[in-house]
């Protein structure tokens, strides 16, 4: 458990810092952050969240080959309708 604690933390951080970095040459910092957390904290939390779940009911948290393809999938579908609802939001296609 802690292991996947540790790894849904680390997900958030370094996708939040890359976010920010990207965003540094259009916006100050303040804002950038800001953005990188609006953009995909939740999105993230919930992918790192089911891919998780999926390894530990099906392989009792032992990362074992069979089970990665699974957790990929349910890291894509799970926060999809977050992500297609801001997208919509704010009126950007995905085309």
Known sequence: MGVMALAIVNGLITSVLLETFILLRQMTFPDALKTAFGMSFISMLAMEL????????LAGGVLVWWVV???LIAGFLVPWPYNYYRLKKYGVSCH
């Open 69 to 71: 393809p699974l957790m």
């Open 50 to 57: 089911s891919m998780n779940t999926v390894d530990l009911v």
